[in-house]
């Protein structure tokens, strides 16, 4: 990876697993693992990481997020998870995440949003849920988001 003081680049190196994250520097905002070949994480993936504001997984093949994987991670504004394999997501993902601001779930193939999942959100102000395979989606999914100002929705199955 390359690091400087606030940030930690390992994206496109190909990556399987997650380097070990423990040696990043201290304080460290921005990490950036897209466009490399990992297809699971471990759940103490971020753990020493509480500083991290901005978190970018895309254009991986991740399938499975272990639920408590961000749990860690109060700090996060910014999320992208944006074109993995990502088809079932657990509901208690993103709990703790109450600075999340941006989420991006497009392109993968999630056929549902459990509810509960985005219930503690409510800082969530851009949030893409295009490119899946939803149906439907229940109305109380989103009756948490109170300062949603942005939501995509399109390229969906509906």
């Known amino acids: 990876c390359v690091c400087n003081s606030l940030e930690a680049n390992c994206s496109g190196r190909s990556l399987v697993s997650v380097p070990a994250l423990a040696s990043l520097p201290e304080g460290t905002h921005t990490l950036f693992l897209a466009n490399n070949r990992l297809s699971s994480l471990p759940v103490s993936a971020f753990a020493n990481l509480s500083t991290l504001e901005t978190l970018d997984l895309s254009n991986n093949y991740l399938d499975n997020l272990p ?9 996060l504004s910014d999320l992208s ?43 969530l102000t851009w949030l893409s849920l295009a490119g899946n ?5 229940e109305r109380a999914t989103f ?9 995509e929705l399109g390229m969906n199955p509906w």
């Open 133 to 137: 395979r939803l149906h439907a989606l």
């Open 67 to 75: 639920s408590r994987l961000f749990r860690k991670l109060s700090n």
């Open 81 to 123: 998870l944006r074109n993995n394999s990502l088809t079932i997501l657990d509901r208690e993902l993103f709990r703790g995440l109450t600075q999340l601001r941006r989420l991006d779930l497009s392109l993968n193939g999630l056929g549902a949003v459990p509810l509960g999942l985005l219930d503690e959100l409510q800082g």
């Open 143 to 151: 009756e948490p988001l109170v300062n949603l100002q942005h939501l």
